[in-house]
């Protein structure tokens, strides 16, 4: 695609950062330029020798002129003026014939998409302090994380503690996900419990209607089912029958774990364990796999293990719209190649003669 500007007359054309930014078609074209400074050098040497020649073999006569007529005058220097013209109008055709161009390369990014549900426990023992700060910011941080990885997949959040509610549908609006992750607190359900079974059945809900090619549940739980109406297992069993496939993520440590301070600021510690009976038997139903995460660190590996089981293929492509700005510097080597016919029927070019 040639490309000519309406503000082709323009110093910008000649600047180094101009050029710099040019990609050249035909960059041998170059090798020209290469050999204008030896022609500077040579042209002279020959014009020298040519005047050496024609002055031995020319008849010489005894002519007396006063003085003040054989001083030099600056005038002659003026027919260096056409030469100059030429040699602008030969570098110009040659940058011309380099092709000049500027390419706009656009690239388009899409997968046949992934439909994914996090389904978070945001219950009261997820304030324990065994992750940084605590469990529920540990998994918050880390789910922003593994929503940063996706490209168009869609993904959705469900919340639960005592119950479950649907937090944000399928959407690929990232920057929202992100948003209302940071916005989730232990406040926003008044109901304590750990509805494990009511958390998978409002998360089926939510994807039941899906198209997508593969539909994946993540569950993040550091707790047995303690509350809700719906059995564990019963709502695995229903999401498996709507092609949804099930990971599990057990998070905590067994034992002695902080959680929060006494009256006398000193951390206090309770007994914590983990029934992680219920959690496999949900991978196992869901044909997806059981993680246990007892810190940071292990959070972290276990969603990027997860985000490379379920990559969709990326399919891209590439647009490019390149212009072309030759006609620009040929146009200049026209106008200069003009300016030096002109010059050569005046009298810069014959002033030692004239």
């Known amino acids: 695609m040639v490309e000519f500007s309406k503000d082709w007359i ?24 290469n ?29 007396a002129l006063p003085s003040d007529y054989l001083k030099a005058s600056y005038l002659s220097y003026l027919r260096f003026i056409p030469p100059l013209f030429l040699l602008l109008a030969v570098e110009l055709f040659l940058v011309a014939l380099a092709r000049p161009q500027l390419t706009n390369e656009k690239v388009e990014q899409w997968s046949e998409g992934i439909d994914i549900m996090l ?23 880390v789910a922003k994380e593994f929503i940063e990885g996706r490209i168009q997949d869609r993904i959705g959040l469900v919340i639960f503690s ?7 549908p399928l959407t690929t609006d990232y920057d929202l996900l992100n948003n209302l992750i940071d916005d989730i607190d232990f406040n926003m359900i008044d109901k304590g419990g750990t509805a494990i079974g009511s958390a998978l059945a409002v998360g089926t809900n939510r994807m039941r209607d899906s198209e997508a090619k593969s539909k994946v549940l993540i569950l993040l739980s550091d707790g ?17 029958a709507y092609g949804i496939k099930m990971y599990t993520i057990g998070v905590g440590k067994e034992g002695k774990v902080p959680f929060g301070t006494d009256m006398f600021g000193r951390t206090r510690y309770i007994e914590q364990s983990l029934d992680e009976t219920a959690l496999r038997e949900i991978a196992k139903t869901g044909q997806g796999e059981y993680f246990r995460a007892t810190n940071d660190k292990a959070l972290e590996m276990i969603f990027k293990r997860i985000d490379e089981y ?45």
Do not use: C
Not at 11 to 20: A, D, Q
Not at 119 to 128: A, K, N
Not at 162 to 168: F, K, L, N, P
């Open 162 to 168: 005592g119950e479950a509610i649907s937090y944000a």
């Open 35 to 63: 050999l204008i400074p030896i022609l500077l050098v040579l042209v002279p040497l020959l014009l020298l020798l040519r005047w050496l020649i024609s002055w031995r073999k020319k008849q010489k006569l005894e002519v």
């Open 310 to 354: 379920e990559k969709a293929e990326i399919k891209e492509n590439r647009f490019k719209d390149t212009k072309d700005f030759y006609p620009i510097y040929l146009l200049y080597g026209i106008v200069f190649l003009l300016i030096w016919l002109l010059l050569k029927n005046t009298f810069m070019s014959n002033i030692l003669v004239d």
């Open 224 to 240: 047995e089912n303690t509350a809700g109406t719906i059995d564990p297992t019963t709502a695995a069993n229903l999401a498996y």
């Open 10 to 33: 323009h110093w910008k054309w000649f600047t180094i950062e101009t050029l710099e930014k040019f990609e050249w078609a035909n960059a041998i074209s170059f090798l020209g330029l």
């Open 119 to 141: 389904v978070l426990d945001i219950s009261e023992s997820m304030q324990i302090q065994d992750f940084t700060p605590n469990r529920l910011e540990a998994a918050k941080r």
